[in-house]
């Protein structure tokens, strides 16, 4: 595997975490309160956004893992 496209992946896990993670972790305590249906829409767009995306950096290392066809 090339070590550049693996440090790339990385970085691009990182910067999925920074960008995402800290708006779907549950709430600590969690409230008793109801969310409103807007926010509830809000969040589940946010976790499909998020799984989309680390999906396609997944699929992305998988290919870079699998070893060449011969013929």
């Known amino acids: 595997?090339?070590?550049e496209k693996?440090?790339?992946l990385l970085a691009r896990i990182?910067?999925?975490d920074e960008r995402w993670?800290?708006?779907i972790r549950p709430e600590k305590g969690g409230s008793m309160i109801r969310?409103?249906?807007e926010e509830v829409d809000r969040r589940q767009?946010?976790?499909a956004n998020y799984t989309i995306e680390i999906k396609d950096i997944l699929r992305e290392l998988l290919e870079e893992l699998r070893p060449p066809e011969t013929e």
């Open 45 to 47: 767009r946010e976790l």
């Open 21 to 23: 993670t800290y708006r």
């Open 6 to 8: 693996l440090t790339a």
């Open 35 to 37: 969310p409103s249906e």
């Open 1 to 3: 595997m090339d070590p």
């Open 14 to 16: 990182d910067y999925l």
